[in-house]
């Protein structure tokens, strides 16, 4: 037997000594999986110790080793130990590194928890609480890119420098005991744990008179051992082993030998072992010896302590379990998918609501090559639900700049692009939920009256639009041509949903985000408060304080109703062409401004942060939250200018809202089948164009006098 185990000198001469069956630790998966959640969301860096709880059971058949189990309960001490069980309680030291971990000094781990309960034992506390008797140790490294978990166990056990001498051998106490006996004795131990709250207790007193036992907390002790009765030690047994007890009798006797040696110089001691055979309950095995009582003075100091465990080939070292070959892919694809994230939190962005993002649902309109790098980074920023809207198929010029198809997806007339996009999402990571949807999305300027079909399918098509903008939190805007962007602008504007829009040129874009401009409780009672005009103009600057409710749409720059921009385009005007990284670089900013703003505790109603805010202090943990974000690649720079939301907007105006939310799709068909001058008639833009051709006219007639 191994030497730490039975190291009472068994090979030396003499009477013989006692010797003890040393834990074997035995954690399961799940308390590697939530020491997984624990290192990422609360320890993170922190290496100081954690007190955790385990248990042992002393009813495994012949065999077995002395097993102390760690659960995934095992970081909750208050957690509830299995029945028949003990429990006991630990310190884990989950270090940062593996370096760390092999460096770790282990003597000096040992020797303060050694001190601890040697404490525990020379000031009594022991006596009342016996559980500080069994402390452990867990010293682990969690390498979470692999799923490997390095650990050492330690159960820390006082050695008496003499060792424990034998009076009588162990037998069985089916043998020591009569029939009677063995039940009376069960009897009155399951009385015991009753009145001490139904747990079974991991040391008592015995007191036998005749065939009768009664039971007693150690602390009992000096009222009753001058009793004529007998009086035993009993301790509630792990191990399996006929001749040897197990581990948490060592500590046990070492607190008898100091406050009792004195008084008693022999001592008998059963190890009860509480087994259930083939639906009967049996402890006939238990175990019965008699000891020599060493007599410990007090004050002499903590005695030497053993008690790391043995690696898996017996020698002194650590234990690996590698629990990426068991995990189920998917779940170790999403825990390892969120590590990069998370990590940011421990240093870098402590107050990053992770939460928010990863459960913000977004909907991609275009499924293009902005749509294909949105969604790349969005999965980077852990969110989970994501759904594309485009009528296109691919097409052959489109693998090379948009990273979600592939040559084969070109073959045979395309794939749709919205519904390939979102299964290529899941094929990369399967904890997404991802949507395509095939539709087409009606513009202004694109007539749809030509037949009832086609007015049917057009009505088809904006409920299904407005269902979608109602089950997602944050819209995309991500299409070829400007006046695509006009009827998701109005819906998500009514439904006060945040919008990013953003928009290519050949070397320059726009990143932006919609002003909510409805909804904020404090605006309710000002009619004004959603209607910004030159009033605004006068009173706010244009670059900083302007609050989120008060920020322009894509088309709030405009003096024209949007039209169809698609008619009698040459090749290279039907395309988008861009510089190729350029739409790496837009896509990647509309998700990031999208976060931003999460962050934001104001959230779309953000103020807009300018070009002038990039010196102070920024107003959330990942820096500014702007309004547009314009790129100019020529000269590698962006600036943030802020723009005030234009009363006559043909997209986001109170009089475009009211009339939509009034009309629904009426109004809708107007705009689709009519020309500019609905809007712009609506909207007051013609009467804007009439006033200044005539301010022109009459400059000129002025010029003309003089």
């Known amino acids: 037997m191994a030497s730490e185990g039975h190291d009472a000198g068994g090979s030396a001469p003499g009477p013989p000594k006692l010797q003890f069956v040393p834990f074997a630790s035995a954690l399961d998966a799940g308390f590697w999986h939530q020491l997984t959640q624990k290192k990422l969301n609360e320890y993170r860096l922190d290496e100081s110790a954690k007190p955790i709880q385990g248990h042992y059971y002393n009813g495994d058949p012949p065999g077995l080793p002395s097993r102390l189990t760690l659960e995934f309960s095992a970081f909750d001490t208050k957690a509830h130990i299995p029945a028949r069980s003990c429990p006991a309680l630990g310190s884990l030291y989950n270090t940062n590194t593996l370096d760390s971990f092999k460096k770790f000094d282990k003597k000096a781990l040992l020797e303060q928890a050694a001190n601890e309960i040697w404490e525990a034992i020379e000031s009594g506390a022991a006596l009342d609480n016996p559980v500080l008797l069994n402390r452990f140790l867990l010293l682990t490294f969690a390498d979470l890119k692999k799923y490997h978990f390095y650990y050492w166990f330690c159960f820390p056990a006082l050695c008496l420098p003499e060792g424990i001498e034998l009076v009588k051998p162990p037998v069985s106490i089916g043998e020591k005991f009569s029939k009677t006996q063995v039940l009376e004795f069960q009897r009155s131990f399951d009385a015991f744990c009753q009145a001490a709250g139904s747990a079974p207790q991991p040391y008592f007193l015995i007191r036998s008179s005749g065939d009768s036992f009664s039971m007693s907390p150690l602390c009992k002790f000096p009222e009753i051992v001058t009793d004529e009765d007998k009086v035993s ?57 008699e000891i020599k009582l060493p007599h410990v003075a007090p004050g002499q100091g903590c005695p030497k302590a053993v008690g790391w465990e043995k690696n898996q080939k017996g020698g002194m070292g650590p234990r690996m379990v590698n629990l990426s070959e068991c995990m189920d892919p998917k779940r170790l694809a999403e825990s390892s998918v969120d590590l990069n994230l998370k990590l940011m939190r421990w240093r870098l962005v402590p107050t990053l609501d992770l939460e928010k993002v990863i459960s913000t649902k977004c909907l991609l309109l275009g499924a293009g090559t902005l749509g294909c790098n949105v969604a790349r980074t969005l999965m980077g920023w852990g969110v989970r639900n994501i759904t594309f809207v485009d009528n296109a198929k691919i097409s052959y010029s489109n693998p090379v700049r948009q990273p979600l ?216 943990s990942l820096g500014l939250v702007p309004h547009q974000i314009r790129g100019f690649l020529s000269r590698f720079d962006n600036v943030l200018p802020v723009s005030l939301a234009f009363d006559k907007c043909t997209a986001c105006s109170v009089k475009v809202i009211d009339q939509y939310e009034k009309d629904g799709f009426q109004f809708l068909a107007k705009v689709f089948n009519s020309s500019h001058s609905f809007l712009e008639d609506l909207t007051g833009l013609t009467l804007l164009h009439q006033e200044t051709q005539a301010a022109e006219i009459w400059d000129m007639s002025d010029d003309e006098v003089i």
């Open 233 to 289: 030690l009993g301790v509630y047994d792990p191990s399996t082993l006929a001749q040897y007890p197990g581990w948490p009798l060592r500590n046990l006797l070492v607190l008898v030998a100091l406050h009792w040696g004195s008084r008693v110089s022999s001592l008998e001691v059963v190890c009860l072992r509480d087994r259930t055979l083939q639906g009967d309950r049996d402890i006939k095995h238990s175990l019965s010896f």
């Open 405 to 620: 198809y592939e040559f084969e997806d070109c073959l045979g007339g395309g794939k749709s692009k919205a519904l390939a996009a979102a299964e290529k999402l899941q094929r990369i990571f399967p904890g997404v939920t991802a949507d395509g949807c095939n539709m087409s999305i009606p513009m202004p300027g694109h007539p749809v009256n030509f037949s009832e079909e086609t007015m049917n399918q057009a009505a088809k098509e904006v409920e299904k639009l407005e269902a979608l903008i109602a089950q997602h939190d944050v819209v995309f805007l991500l299409m070829d041509t400007r006046e695509s962007r006009w009827l998701p602008t109005v819906i998500a504007a009514s439904q006060k949903k945040l919008v990013i829009n953003a928009a290519l040129g050949f070397d320059t874009f726009v990143v932006m985000r919609h002003g909510l401009k409805k909804g904020r409780p404090e605006e309710a009672g000002d009619p004004a408060a959603n209607v910004p005009g030159s009033s605004d103009l006068l009173g706010s600057s244009l670059f900083s304080n302007i609050p989120g409710y008060k920020l322009g749409c894509y088309f709030c720059n405009d003096v024209v109703a949007p039209g169809d921009s698609t008619r009698d385009r040459t090749l290279d005007q039907q395309c988008t062409v861009s510089r190729p990284g350029l739409s790496m670089i837009a896509g990647a900013l509309a998700v990031e401004l999208m976060v931003s703003v999460l962050q934001h505790p104001e959230g779309g109603y953000a103020v807009a942060s300018s070009s002038d805010d990039r010196m102070n202090e920024p107003p959330t």
